[in-house]
Every structure is written in C-alpha cells, then in structure tokens.
C-alpha cells in the first residue's frame, strides 16, 4: 500500500513538472514570437523563471493587451465603417495638404500611410495652460451648446470647478442637448460612487464606465489597459484635447505632497473635429456597442485663405496600429535638427525611445526634458532616474520642475513642429492604454507653446551630471531594481 502511495505521488510529481516546464515553453515562445522590445521580453522571462507559478499567473493577466472577445468582435465590425468615413472624407481634397513644414513631412507622410489621410487644413487652435482659463473656456462652450456633447476622460474628481463643469452639463442636458460622458472605470472609481454620478444620471446625461475593473474580468481581458484619452466635443463643432482631467488641482491628490498638477489642453475648431468625432463614435461603440452618427468632414471645411493650423490626430491603443505612437515620436525625434524639448510626468522610455533622444543629442540636437521633482507614483520615480545617467552622458538637459507635478505632456521640435496629447514617455502609454496626440505644424502655435515651456523652465532646476554622479549608492540599487520594472510600469 505504502509503496502504491510513493508510486503514486513519484508521477503524480513527474507529470506535474514536466506540464510546468511545458508551460513555461509554451508561453517563453509566445513572448519571443510577440517581437516586443527587448526589455520586456527579459523582463517578463525573469518574472517567469524566477517567481514559479506566479510568474506564469502574472503574465496571462497582465503580459497581452487583450481587451476580451466582445470587444474584439466590435472592432472588427467597426473596420468597414471607419474604411467608408476615410473614403468619404477624400471626397473632399481641398481639406488636405501635403504643403507641411520640412521637419513636419515625415511624421505627416506617417500619419497617411497609417490612416490614409493627409495633413488637415483649416483649423484653429488655441493653448490654454491655467486650470481657470480651461474651465472657463469649456464651461462657457458648454453653457453654448444646442445639439449634442461628448466626453471621455481618465479621472472625474468631484471638487472645485470639477463640480461646476456638472452643473453646466445638467443645464444642457435639461435644455435638450444631448450629453454622453464615458469615464475611466479605475480613474474615475470615486465618481462613480458618488452622489453627483446619480444627480447627473437623473437630469439624462449618459455615463458610461469604461472598462470596468473586477477581478470576475480578470478572465477576459486584461485589467490595467486604462481608458487615457481626454476629450471633450461640443456640437461636433469644437474640441479639446490635451493633458487635463475633469480635475481641479486645488482639490485633488494634496495628500500625495507633489503640490497642484499643472496642465494643458488644446481647444481648437475645424475640419479636425470630425476626426475627434469619429475617434470619440469608435470608443463609445467598443465600450457599448451602440453606434454615433459621424458628423461630416465638408460641414467644417473653411474657404482656402482662412486656412490654419495644418493638423493630424494619432488615436492608440488595443485595436489600432500596435506601436503608432513609438513610431511617431521616433520619427519626429529623428526629423529633428536644432532642438527639441519634452514635458513628461513620467520618465520611463523603451530602448529605442531612449537611443534615439541619446542620438539626436550626441549629433548636435539641442534636447531638454522637463519632469517633475516630485512624483505621485514612487515605482515610476525611482524607474525614470534609472535613465537619467544615459541622457546625461549623452547630452541632454534634464530640468526638474520644483513646487508642482508637472503633468503636461507635450513635444517642441525645432519651434515649428508640436505634438500635445494625453502620452506618457512610458511603456504604458507607448503600448498599452488608449491614448490621443495631436500634431501641428504651425509656428505660431509653436511660438505659443514656446513661450509656456520657458515659463516651465524658470520654474526647474537642471540637474547637472557631476551632482548626479555623487548621489547615494544605495540609490543605485533601488534604481535598477525599478529599472528591472520599467517594461512593466
């Protein structure tokens, strides 16, 4: 008997080891064959080979982008619609322009080959870099509108002037405007237990939660792809986009001791609203498959000599061209040929992000990088000073912005070409999450944009390689170690 037990069990061992290290082939191959960037890839073997078991449970939750099979389903049923919105918009060629900027052409030439369309003209376009300003601007259009409104943003925090971005859209909603409001179900979770969630619902305004987070949808999609964009249309008429959310910073994250973030966002109107229109129509109908009508491209069209500000959007995420956004950075930076300056939060690049502001430093480029002093993440802090010595060695400036967090997120290359979005410089924003840039070659804009960016830099304290150099070893440690961790930040 004893004997038919160790038997037993001397199998039972055998086969369970040689399933685990079947496993462990089976999805080391799979992360080979995914051809992501080399860091992750290291990365994720280690998790795997060092952590037993865990390391393999981590990996099918979090390693793949997959956003779950009805998702899936609705982006493929999507394709022929956004196929005949591309095709009718080419119906009107004087909308479009190849006559872009040198240092602009091929990132423009990108953009075509990606979503077949080239630079827009006609739009106009104003920087708005104060909390008031923005909420000024957008509750006055709100308070203006007669058809229709569109949101969707990461984080809703009730508070402040937040609360009064609520009580125009309840006014709207109750002269007959219709509203739809689609929010980040992880930034938004606090919303969405709150009173004022109900008091919105009541008056007709249509919340959606967007991609919700239990650990029941663990099973079917991965849980930290986050809704990121932030986008407000008015009457298919106005726009705005850039790095704020529903969020007065007076009233938000002050436990975190960062101070107030600080913010952008572009408001612009013109033949580029459609294509936030039609971005918007795809996100609604992939969270809850209900379809918008898109508006049409010509209702924005402008007479030739009022033409400015030539534009193109970049939508990602899960569902769109897998690296669009590293690809568009890389050949922006790559255009490059006098200077170049970033504002980012967080600091965690891919090798080949990296190499490349490495590289236009070391052949002449003028780089600076403005990140926060302090960050409301630690992981990601101690990740982004694991680059620091590279971009030091190599050339580039780094500036640390005192006081405040610093949440803008923004590229000026060569005071002509500028890109204004919702993008991160990490591995989240890069692969991951559902992001929107906009691009604009225009000098005036860049002149703009100039402007605030030195008012940032007065605020910064550079950091110097030789002070560098001298800090702690121990910081040493802690560095690499987050560094093992960047692909997964």
């Not at 193109?312 to 690296?323: A, D, F, R």
């Not at 007065?458 to 560095?479: D, G, V």
Request: aromatic residues 12%; neutral net charge; hydrophobic residues 45%.
């Amino acid at each position: 008997m004893n004997l038919s037990v160790d038997v037993f069990y001397t199998w039972g061992n055998t086969l369970f080891l040689i399933s685990y290290w079947l496993i462990i082939v089976a999805i080391t191959l799979r992360i080979l064959m995914k051809r992501k960037p080399t860091t992750f890839v290291v990365a994720w073997l280690m998790i795997i080979y060092i952590i037993p078991i865990v390391g393999i449970i981590l990996y099918l939750l979090l390693g793949e982008a997959h956003i779950g099979q009805q998702r899936a389903k609705r982006a493929q049923k999507m394709r022929p619609t956004i196929n005949h919105f591309i095709n009718k918009s080419l119906d009107f060629p004087f909308i479009f322009t190849e006559q872009v900027s040198d240092v602009a052409k091929p990132l423009f030439q990108l953009c075509k080959h990606q979503t077949g369309l080239n630079g827009i003209n006609g739009n106009h376009i104003e920087l708005i870099h104060t909390p008031n300003a923005i909420f000024d601007a957008l509750i006055n259009d709100i308070n203006q509108a007669k058809s229709n409104i569109e949101m969707v943003f990461y984080i809703w925090n009730i508070g402040g002037r937040a609360d009064e971005v609520e009580y125009a859209l309840i006014r709207a909603a109750t002269r007959g405007v219709k509203c739809r409001i689609m929010l980040d179900s992880a930034g938004s979770r606090r919303f969405f237990n709150s009173k004022q969630s109900k008091i919105m619902r009541n008056a007709g305004i249509q919340i959606v939660e967007s991609l919700k987070v239990n650990l029941f949808r663990f099973i079917f999609r991965r849980l930290d792809i986050r809704q990121h964009r932030k986008i407000a249309i008015i009457d298919n008429h106005i726009a705005y986009t850039g790095s704020m959310n529903i969020v007065d910073p007076r009233f938000f994250k002050q436990n975190k001791n960062v101070g107030e973030w600080v913010d952008v966002m572009i408001r612009m109107n013109g033949p580029i609203v459609t294509l936030m229109g039609a971005i918007y129509a795809i996100d609604w109908e992939l969270e809850i498959g209900d379809k918008l009508f898109l508006p049409k491209i010509v209702d924005f069209a402008e007479k030739p000599e009022q033409k400015r500000h030539i534009m193109q959007v970049i939508p990602s995420g899960p569902g769109y061209s897998e690296n669009i956004i590293q690809q568009a950075l890389l050949t922006a930076i790559y255009s490059a040929q006098q200077e170049i300056i970033f504002t980012t939060p967080y600091l965690v690049p891919s090798d080949d992000l990296l190499h490349a502001i490495c590289t236009a430093a070391q052949r002449g480029v003028i780089v600076k990088i403005i990140v926060p002093q302090k960050n409301d993440s630690i992981m990601v802090d101690w990740a982004s000073r694991a680059f620091y010595s590279d971009l030091l060695d190599s050339g580039v400036e780094l500036y640390q912005f005192k006081n405040n967090l610093l949440h803008t997120k923004s590229v000026l290359i060569d005071k002509q070409l500028s890109l204004v979005g919702t993008v991160n410089l990490d591995m989240r924003s890069l692969w991951l999450n559902f992001e929107l840039t906009t691009v604009i070659d225009d000098s005036e804009f860049a002149h703009h944009l100039d402007i605030l960016l030195s008012d940032y830099f007065a605020q910064s304290e550079q950091l110097e390689l030789e002070s560098w150099n001298k800090r702690p070893f121990w910081h040493h440690i802690i560095e690499r170690l987050f560094y093992f961790f960047a692909p997964l930040l």
